[in-house]
């Protein structure tokens, strides 16, 4: 177990609220990642992280702002949620970006918009 | 076009039988390939890492890796009612930070 604390696990929300999910982590990894899951789709890459303050887009970053303050925290906003973002979120965490560097997994947050 | 694609299934098989998993990918410049098992409701878990083409064994699990077909599999031999879940490759370029492509996953049965 990475030490990966996903909150809330569940949350159900209203179209046109912001949401904020958070990602714990206590294994002190160096980089971060929030993926979504969808039917069909597997999981995307909507932000990651590779240290604090710093952070890049994934394939699927529209609608969707992040932050990282400190190294154990990685913070996932959805500025105005839309029913298109109803989904599963995990995050991930890795401790560099060298070779054979397994990518650890949350337990996911289950987000409804409706 | 999906950078990875994976056949959704479901794929329902008797207990003891063997399995086999596969991916198509499209960028030549994927050079880690993973396969990754997740329960329901849980988050995916690391099962098979390979780097490059070439087989790599654990237990019963075996992955394959053709870069020249740019086609990887996951072999399960003697498969168990534990094995049923979903399977989810995944692969990444060999630098910068590691963000996973993944297949769309299997959900995979075993039946006793």
């Known amino acids: 177990d990475a030490g990966i604390t996903q909150s809330p696990r569940h949350k159900v929300t209203e179209t046109g609220t912001p949401v904020t999910l958070r990602c714990h982590q206590t294994e002190n990894h160096r980089y971060m990642y929030w993926y979504r899951q969808d039917p069909g789709h597997g999981l995307r890459l909507i932000h990651y992280s590779y240290g604090v303050k710093d952070t890049d887009k994934g394939e699927v970053s529209d609608g969707y702002s992040v932050s990282r303050s400190k190294t154990e925290d990685f913070l996932l906003t959805l500025e105005s949620a839309t029913s298109s973002q109803t989904s599963v979120y995990f995050c991930?965490?890795?401790?560099?970006?060298?070779?054979?560097?397994?990518?650890?997994f949350g337990q996911g947050t289950r987000l409804t918009v409706v | 076009q999906k950078e990875v694609e994976q056949d959704p299934g479901p794929l329902s098989v008797p207990e003891g039988a063997i399995v086999s998993l596969n991916c198509t990918y499209s960028?030549?410049?994927?050079?880690?390939f993973m396969w990754y098992r997740q329960y329901s409701r849980k988050g995916p878990e690391l099962l098979m890492y390979t780097y490059s083409s070439g087989n790599k064994e654990d237990g019963r699990f075996t992955a394959q890796v053709d870069k020249s077909s740019k086609y990887i599999s996951l072999f399960i031999r003697d498969s168990q009612p534990s094995d049923s879940a979903t399977y989810l490759c995944?692969?990444?370029?060999?630098?910068?930070?590691?963000?996973?492509?993944f297949g769309q996953g299997t959900r995979l049965t075993i039946n006793p």
């Open positions: 960028n030549s410049a994927f050079q880690y």
């Open positions: 991930a965490t890795t401790p560099s970006h060298t070779s054979n560097t397994e990518a650890f």
């Open positions: 995944a692969m990444r370029l060999p630098s910068g930070a590691q963000k996973l492509v």
